[in-house]
């Protein structure tokens, strides 16, 4: 019996597997393997064939030294802030500040972080048919 791709697999649809054997040599067909990408459910916020994303992301802290030697921090771009801002007083030695970090690069280690937003996931092929 032959198999009827149009069928099982009509133009657009995705053929997953962890074997790396593109699907035209198992069913036929014309296939586009999609890379490095999620796949996400269309719906009423993700249109059909949108796509977006990053694989990280940058936090940029409101902290700083200012021009005279003091610590701020500004609380303006907090939720709820009733202030601008707050400032304390840069010392020589290490001390330990507000944030439980130490010493003169607190403004280095604080001022952003590139971070992975990747969830847990399983690598596999994944392929689309074009025609």
Same mark, same amino acid.
Request: aromatic share 12%; glycine share 10%.
């Given at each position: 019996?032959?198999?009827?791709?149009?069928?099982?697999?009509?133009?657009?649809?995705?053929?997953?597997?962890?074997?790396?054997?593109?699907?035209?040599?198992?069913?036929?067909?014309?296939?586009?393997?999609?890379?490095?990408?999620?796949?996400?459910?269309?719906?009423? *916020?993700?249109?059909?064939?949108? *796509?977006?994303?990053?694989?990280?992301? *940058?936090?940029?802290?409101?902290?700083?030294?200012?021009?005279?030697?003091?610590?701020?921090?500004?609380?303006?771009?907090?939720?709820?802030?009733?202030?601008?801002?707050?400032?304390?007083?840069?010392?020589?030695?290490?001390?330990?500040?507000?944030?439980?970090?130490?010493?003169?690069?607190?403004?280095?280690?604080?001022?952003?972080?590139?971070?992975?937003?990747?969830?847990?996931?399983?690598?596999?092929?994944?392929?689309?048919? *074009?025609?």
């Amino acid at each position: 019996m032959k198999l009827n791709i149009d069928f099982i697999y009509p133009v657009g649809s995705i053929y997953m597997s962890t074997n790396s054997t593109n699907p035209n040599v198992l069913f036929g067909g014309s296939w586009e393997q999609i890379k490095d990408t999620f796949l996400l459910a269309c719906g009423n *916020t993700y249109a059909n064939g949108s *796509t977006g994303g990053s694989r990280t992301a *940058t936090i940029n802290y409101p902290i700083g030294w200012t021009s005279d030697g003091r610590l701020s921090i500004n609380q303006s771009r907090f939720s709820g802030a009733t202030s601008s801002s707050n400032t304390w007083t840069r010392r020589t030695t290490a001390e330990n500040y507000a944030t439980g970090m130490t010493g003169s690069s607190i403004s280095e280690q604080l001022k952003s972080d590139t971070i992975s937003i990747m969830p847990p996931y399983l690598a596999v092929y994944v392929w689309k048919r *074009t025609a």
